[in-house]
């Protein structure tokens, strides 16, 4: 669908939306959500159905790197895997190193569902300003299809990188970090 046509029908379904109560609202805003992604956007997710919530997810393994061009230091390196296990090689509350967290199962298929949604698959493979005193920056998700990376050297790729980086540094800082072992 042309993103003009598609901006106009949202916006009708907006105004359609607006008439009911805030709980209908809410329930037709989660049954847009496509399958894998609409049980954690209901808010909970049973214990006994947490384990087949993370299969569903169409990615393994989320990384993004980021780091300095000109001889600067790695900024850091954020890994989520699926099942929860969370992994930064970089600076927690001014400490340099390697720590390990947790990241919910909410926050790993939200992140998987803005892959998904911002045509992460479809971007390029290397955005480029050509400079050499920059940061850059690689995002990387793993599936059982194969990897996808995408290379940003100046901060100069699509707006929907820099959203999916923004949505990387917020998950990041809601886990509770220590110290890798």
Known sequence: ?????????????????????????????VAEVP?????IFEGWVANDQVASVWAGFPYDRLRL????????PNLGDLEF???????????VDGEQG????????FDYGK???????????????RYSDEGFDVEE?????????GTKQIV?????????????RAAFDGVRARIHWEKAK
């Open 81 to 91: 895997h699926r099942g929860g296990r969370a992994v930064l090689r970089g600076q």
């Open 65 to 72: 790197e980021r780091w300095c061009v000109w001889g600067g």
């Open 152 to 164: 940003d050297h100046g901060d100069v790729g699509p707006i929907g990188l820099w959203t999916l």
């Open 1 to 29: 669908m042309d993103g003009r046509i598609h901006r106009v029908a949202r916006l009708a379904f907006a105004v359609c939306v607006a008439s009911y109560g805030k709980a209908d609202r809410d329930a037709i805003v």
């Open 35 to 39: 399958a894998p992604y609409r049980e």
């Open 137 to 145: 920056s690689t995002l990387t998700a793993t599936s059982p299809r």
């Open 98 to 105: 390697a720590f390990e967290g947790t990241i919910d199962v």
């Open 111 to 125: 992140l998987c569902y803005a892959l998904q949604e911002l045509d992460f698959e479809g971007m390029k493979a």
